[in-house]
């Protein structure tokens, strides 16, 4: 079950604004796949970032996942009673033209990132090899259609690839 943080300050117009709508996400992707299910998303903070358009080796950064440090956690904790050990930070600007299946995607990239011991691990190439395999290696700037992770249909482990993904027929301009 989903607990949402009660923010004391609700019309925030600040650089970083924590938004609570990608917690439900992020808790239904580990309710359905197996590898992410000991990711511990009520210790996750979900934070855009609305200002920078990071990029990294000439490619633009969607989002990233980074530990708490034990000061802040401690501080965190007296000032809101939960404990937040990481932070989802998402790039707003650089996710303005991703589709909500996407978005999806990109949470499921990130919460790989969070290994069973709770440490940040990398890919083993520049992205999860899984994702890759399955979506092709565009799945986050592609103007064709994903699959959204979350459809009851989707059955993850069944994708085979980008050629059953993206046959012709279903290639079409997401706007
Ligand atoms: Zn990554």
């Keep these: 079950m989903s607990e949402a943080l009660e923010l004391a ?6 650089k970083y604004f924590i938004n609570e ?9 580990r309710a359905k796949f197996k590898e992410l299910q000991h990711v511990p998303v009520k210790h996750i903070l979900f934070l855009e970032n609305r ?16 530990k708490i440090s034990g000061k802040i956690q401690d501080i965190l904790y007296q ?15 650089n996710v303005e ?3 909500r299946e996407q978005i999806i995607l990109l949470l499921y990239h990130e919460m ?14 520049n992205d999860w090899v899984c994702m890759i395999d399955k979506l092709g290696p565009n799945w986050a700037t592609t103007k064709a259609s ?3 992770l979350l459809d009851e249909d989707i059955n993850w482990e069944n994708i085979q ?15």
């Design 9 to 14: 300050v609700d019309e925030f117009n600040g």
């Design 21 to 29: 709508d990608y917690r439900p996400l992020a808790e239904k992707l």
């Design 51 to 66: 200002e920078d358009k990071r990029k990294k080796a000439q490619h633009y950064v969607f989002a990233q996942v980074s």
């Design 79 to 93: 000032v809101t009673g939960h404990t937040y050990e990481y932070i989802i930070e998402i790039f707003k600007e």
């Design 97 to 99: 033209a991703m589709s």
């Design 112 to 125: 790989r990132h969070i290994n069973i011991e709770g440490k940040i691990v990398e890919h083993e190439i």
């Design 146 to 148: 994903v699959p959204d």
């Design 161 to 175: 690839g980008p050629p059953t993904l993206f046959p012709e027929e279903r290639l079409r301009v997401v706007k």
